[in-house]
């Protein structure tokens, strides 16, 4: 490490700060840092509209000013690589929360829906069955009407046509037999 004790790295540009930089000189570095952190983190809440991330990513770029200070070439504008380095680090963080998010959310939509779709199945088949033990106890003409109303959806004139009934027989013979399987399936109602 080299020590410059009569430079006054305060007055000195970017360019030659860096230089001292990858010297490792750490006074240049802090000047640098003083300069620039809090500029860089108003640039970079621009991207990752979070000031908690905006303060990780400019740091992240300063510790690698300080791992790889050869990164920059000092015929080059400092501030320009700083905000251009910045830029890309924020640009990357969103990619890797984007995908970050989108990971989960398959993995997530994909665990809701197996189980969902396992549940549902599950569900249906236990409903069907009980529907199909409430069938058989029914009479004669109230499994006609099921049959015609519910699982061939006919109007009630077709069921009353049909049925050779008046339709308000029909109507009322609904009315007795969808209670008769409320009162079965009271357990399904989640009111």
């Known amino acids: 490490m080299f020590f410059y004790k009569k430079i006054d790295f305060a007055s000195l540009s970017d360019e030659h700060l860096m230089e001292f930089v990858s010297k490792g ?34 740091q992240d770029v300063f510790v690698k000013i300080i791992e790889k200070p050869e990164l920059f070439k000092t015929d080059k504008k400092f501030s320009t690589w700083l905000y251009v ?52 106890t029914l009479s004669e003409k109230e499994r006609n009407l099921y049959t015609l109303r519910f699982e061939q959806e006919l109007s009630i ?8 009934i008046p339709e308000g027989s029909v109507k009322s013979g609904i009315y007795y037999l969808l209670k008769k399987f409320a009162h079965h399936l009271k357990e399904y109602n989640h009111e």
């Open 157 to 164: 004139t077709e069921t009353a046509e049909i049925m050779d």
């Open 25 to 58: 000189e750490r006074v240049a570095f802090e000047v640098i840092y003083d300069r620039y952190f809090n500029k860089m983190v108003w640039f970079a809440k621009g991207f990752v509209e979070d000031q908690y991330a905006a303060e990780d990513t400019v």
């Open 85 to 136: 380095v910045t830029a890309n680090l924020c640009k990357q963080t969103l990619r890797n929360q984007k995908n970050r998010l989108r990971i989960l959310e398959e993995n997530r939509n994909e665990n809701t829906s197996n189980t969902e779709s396992y549940l549902s199945t599950l569900d249906i088949k236990t409903l069907k069955d009980r529907i199909d033990k409430i069938h058989k």
